[in-house]
């Protein structure tokens, strides 16, 4: 017997953190009595669509088209005709579109939006305004991030009594445990992995300048592989084009791999000693939960909510100031300097981290308590 049927709106499932997660949504859902409803606006399949199909899972998807308001009129005649018992909807533009559209339907449903991007990342005008009205006549705003949720909160007063934050989920026991390191191993090249999509945030100058500096000063030299699509956008190819001309002036080519989009993201975290992520802001980087569920340690840039997802005093890895590269190239030293002991209780407490706080069981647990709480509300 069906618990209700929900709606989850989402620009794509293409790829990406937001795509991810809403695919993991949907499917514990499901998995737990509710019948589910993807509305899209791109087109296109991939895996997380081919998932999800497999579970049965209805996927809508609406050409986007000339007018943007036709994805409104789509998604409201679909709330029309339908008995949805709420609606959850991720990133910006579609929150703006599902609270547009549920309340052009004149329907009593719940509406829970979801902001999965740090605050600082979009600060345009429409998106200040979108933001606005969507907060105004949302039911629950949702975050995946502690500290963007306290950054709204202060630039958004009024939702105080409708957030919650909700960490990303990741089937940890899905993903290869790392192994311990045998000490009688000789130290051999460190291997990084880096996991976004290239892009001026992401903060490739930085690892790329710390590359130099510990070829210069400290004579390693690590290899860096960087998982992620090259080619999203002309934003994309451009500072892959500006990183890459600054390793050939450095005579630092042969230590970067760009990798591209890869399906074989656990086997890479599983041949890697280190995942490096050095943006300047996030929202709940999927990179680094799915570091942790792997056991692998991890080298951050300090912000947002980085610092709890690392720990201090070397917990699951370091942390270390964006906008220095000798900072970083200072971790990644000291981190390949590190005694086995220390490595293997990292990957030991990177493990037991993600099981207690990214796992699918306090995900689906969290979402549950907030939909059974808005839809009695709503019917009583």
Not at 139 to 149: A, C, E, I, T
Not at 228 to 244: A, H, K, M, W
Not at 252 to 272: C, E, I, P, T
Request: glycine residues 4%; proline residues 4%.
């Amino acid at each position: 017997m069906s618990h209700g049927h929900i709606l989850l709106v989402i620009d794509h499932l293409r790829g990406g953190g937001a795509a991810s997660q809403m695919m993991i949504l949907a499917r514990t859902l499901n998995a737990n009595g509710y019948r589910i409803t993807i509305f899209t606006y791109h087109l296109g399949s991939g895996p997380h669509y081919d998932l999800l199909c497999k579970d049965g899972i209805e996927v809508i998807q609406c050409a986007k088209g000339r007018f943007k308001f036709g994805i409104v009129l789509a998604l409201m005649r679909l709330i029309n005709k339908t008995n949805y018992c709420c609606i959850i909807s991720y990133l910006t533009t579609p929150n703006f579109y599902a609270v547009l559209a549920k309340i052009l339907s004149k329907k009593n449903i719940p509406v829970l939006v979801s902001e999965r991007a740090a605050i600082e990342a979009n600060v345009s005008l429409q998106a200040r305004l979108f933001r606005a009205v969507y907060f105004r006549l949302c039911k629950f705003v949702l975050f995946n991030s502690h500290d963007n949720r306290k950054n709204t909160e202060k630039l958004y007063p009024f939702i105080k009594n409708k957030t919650q934050t909700i960490y990303n989920a990741i089937d940890h026991l899905s993903f290869k445990i790392h192994e311990q390191f045998d000490e009688t191993d000789e130290r051999k090249i460190l291997n990084i992995l880096v996991i976004s999509t290239p892009r001026p945030a992401k903060n490739a100058l930085c690892l790329a300048e710390a590359l130099r500096e510990l070829r210069d000063k400290n004579k390693i030299m690590p290899v860096v592989q960087w998982l992620g699509p090259i080619d999203l956008d002309d934003e994309s190819v451009r500072y892959v084009d500006e990183i890459t001309a600054y390793l050939t002036e450095q005579s630092l080519l042969d230590q970067w791999d760009w990798l591209g989009y890869r399906d074989d993201v656990k086997s890479l975290l599983a041949q890697s000693d280190v995942l490096v992520h050095p943006s300047y802001f996030e929202g709940l980087p999927n990179a680094i939960c799915e570091a942790l569920a792997s056991g692998l340690p991890i080298i951050a840039s300090d912000v947002c909510d980085h610092p709890r997802l690392i720990g201090n005093n070397q917990d699951r890895g370091m942390l270390f100031d964006p906008y220095d590269f000798k900072s970083l190239a200072c971790s990644i030293n000291e981190f390949n300097q590190l005694p086995v002991k220390t490595l293997n209780l990292m990957r030991k407490n990177a493990l037991e981290y993600a099981g207690t706080y990214l796992s699918l069981e306090k995900f689906s647990k969290d979402y549950m308590n907030i939909i059974l709480k808005l839809t009695n509300t709503s019917n009583s």
